[in-house]
C-alpha cells in the first residue's frame, strides 16, 4: 500500500461519522448496507451521509454496488487489512508481539 493510500485512508476514518459508519459496514459483512438502512441505525440526515459515503468511497475502504433499484455498500475488507498491516509492518521492530486482547499492550 502505498503512502499516499494510507493517508487518503485514515483521512477518511478521522471524522466520527466516517467512522461510525466504516465501522457499521464491517460489522455487518459480507451483506452490506443501504443507505436507508445506515440512516436509520445511526439517525443521520440523507445528505449529509451521501457526503460521507463518498468519501469512504474515495478513500477505497467502502465499495458501493447498484443491487435492483437500491445503492448496497460494503466495507473493503482487502483494502482495510492493508491498511492494518501498513500500519503494523515495523511493530516492536519486526519482534513478535501479537496483542491478546484489547487492554493489553505489546510485550516488546
Known amino acids: 500500500m502505498e503512502s499516499t493510500d494510507v493517508v487518503r485512508a485514515l483521512g477518511a476514518l478521522a471524522q466520527p461519522l466516517r ?17 436507508g438502512a445506515i440512516q436509520e441505525a445511526l ?17 477505497g ?14 466495507a473493503a475488507y482487502a483494502q482495510m487489512n492493508d491498511l492494518l498491516s501498513y500500519l503494523t509492518e515495523n511493530c516492536c521492530q519486526g519482534a513478535s508481539c501479537a496483542v491478546e486482547t484489547a487492554t493489553s499492550s505489546c510485550d516488546c
Open 19 to 35: 467512522l461510525q459508519v466504516f465501522r457499521a459496514l464491517v460489522v455487518v459483512g459480507d451483506t452490506g448496507l443501504t443507505p
Open 43 to 59: 439517525g443521520v440526515a440523507p445528505a449529509t451521509l451521501s457526503f460521507h459515503l463518498k468519501e469512504l468511497v474515495a478513500s
Open 61 to 74: 475502504l467502502v465499495t458501493q454496488e447498484r443491487v435492483s433499484r437500491n445503492l448496497v455498500y460494503r
